[in-house]
């Protein structure tokens, strides 16, 4: 059970009382210590003496506003966030909050799954600063997975019980979440790890190839067969196999697979006689094998073999704040590969990070904080420096109901956002001139006064 002290705390400020109680109750359902402030000026009172990890404020209040709690906060408190909520958005005002600190900008009425989501997403932020500022606070790590989200908890302790049994294991997911790695930690996890791992990718060997990649062939089996060879599963006796994307080969190499798992034999391309293997196979999908065996193109007794212990490996999207914990993982990586300091990430690239959809998994974000290290001079990664598709992905549903003019609107907040309110930038990352810009800013907000 977390106690009271291990709890994030956030300062709600609001003249509304419903809205308070709101705010205060579903912030409390979800596990924080939540404190309240009908104003500004109560609200400073209270953070000049307690320790605020976020606050959450309305926008327009009596005497002192929104805006000046924010800026209050960001010249007192270097370790509080601020997001910030409003019934009455505009354009100029979202792009002010932004250059005060403001973390995200919220616009009532918003749903719950809307409010805790960015809740989510800044203290993440938060304690991924925190602990790269101490170094006092280690992700759990596995055989080269990094990670502390419930999602990967699961899959370590999934990963253990695995090695420690000799049984067959499918690892299903997306591409890019480390279904190989998995493989890899659970063989050398296992009583065979001095043995040979060997990873195959059946979709990139061509079908007429397969065979004899995997089961070898003897001398005069087929033109070009000079002399006898290995195969994989002879390379792997005594250790572990790897297919991956094994839902990519034909009903006729699966029936051949399907013998391997049932007696360990295998029959090496051109000979009549069985040979014997001692090896385990892991295998990988990116495709629901069910459904492939539904449609007849996946045969369900090699499944129900396969299918002996499975592991799926969670896309990013659903890995919590593990998202902040690679990055500052491979940004070191790449920083000591090239000679460089490591580098600092600023609270905006780190949010914009983090929201991000991710579909290509780890692999993506890889490649993407690789592509970033190598390509920005200073030591400090902005929002400009991430990838175009990052800068302006929205990173969370923004519901349905809405009209295409408010779609419109936020979007236009968000790119003016993202260059610090200049229009120049703004209408050419937009795709439209100054004069457009301009007009479309006074239409919405008209729209908003």
Not at 111 to 133: C, K, P, S
Not at 307 to 318: G, Q, S, Y
Request: contains cysteine.
């Amino acid at each position: 059970m977390v106690s009271a002290a291990d709890k994030e705390r956030i300062l709600v400020v609001d003249d509304a009382p419903d809205t308070l109680e709101l705010l205060r109750r579903n912030l409390l359902d979800a596990g924080y210590q939540v404190f309240t402030a009908p104003g500004a000026e109560e609200a400073i009172r209270l953070l000049s003496d307690t320790q605020i990890d976020l606050v959450i404020t309305d926008l327009k209040m009596p005497h002192v506003s929104g805006l000046e709690l924010t800026r209050h906060v960001r010249e007192n408190l270097k370790d509080t966030e601020v997001m910030m909520i409003t019934g009455y958005p505009t354009i100029q005002g979202a792009v002010t909050a932004v250059k005060l600190g403001v973390q995200d900008y919220i616009t009532k009425p918003f749903t719950d799954e809307e409010l805790l989501g960015a809740v989510q997403r800044i203290l993440h932020v938060l304690r991924a600063r925190r602990n790269a500022q101490n170094g006092s606070e280690q992700p759990l790590t596995l055989a080269g997975f990094i990670g502390e989200s419930k999602a990967m908890r699961g899959v370590f302790q999934a990963i253990r019980k695995a090695a420690a049994v000799p049984a067959t294991v499918l690892i299903a997911g997306e591409s890019g979440t480390g279904k190989e790695l998995a493989a890899r930690a659970i063989h050398y996890g296992s009583p065979r790890a001095a043995a040979p791992f060997v990873p195959i990718n059946c979709g990139s060997i061509p079908e007429n190839l397969l065979e004899s990649e995997l089961f070898g062939h003897v001398k005069g089996a087929f033109t070009g067969a000079t002399e006898s060879r290995a195969g994989f599963f002879q390379t792997a006796d005594g250790g572990t196999i790897f297919l991956d994307e094994i839902s990519d080969t034909s009903l006729a190499m699966q029936a051949k697979l399907l013998r391997v798992l049932e007696n360990g034999e295998i029959y090496m391309v051109g000979s009549a006689r069985p040979r014997t293997v001692d090896v385990r196979v892991v295998a990988a999908t990116n495709k629901d094998l069910r459904v492939l065996v539904k449609n007849g193109v996946f045969r369900d007794d090699l499944f129900f073999r396969l299918n002996v212990l499975t592991i799926t490996m969670p896309p990013l999207r659903e890995r919590e704040n593990d998202v902040l914990l690679l990055v500052a993982h491979f940004g070191k990586k790449f920083a000591e590969e090239l000679g460089r300091p490591v580098p600092q990430f600023t609270d905006d690239a780190l949010r914009v990070l983090a929201s991000y959809h991710w579909p290509g998994n780890v692999r993506e974000l890889e490649n993407a904080v690789q592509r970033v290290v190598v390509m920005t001079e200073t030591n400090v990664i902005d929002v400009r420096d991430l990838p175009p598709p990052m800068r302006f992905s929205v990173g969370r549903d923004a519901g349905l109901h809405r009209t295409l003019a408010e779609v419109e609107a936020e979007h236009i907040r968000n790119v003016l956002a993202s260059v610090s309110g200049n229009k120049t930038q703004a209408a050419e990352l937009l795709g439209i001139d100054r004069k457009t810009l301009r007009e479309k800013l006074k239409q919405y907000e008209g729209e908003a006064s």
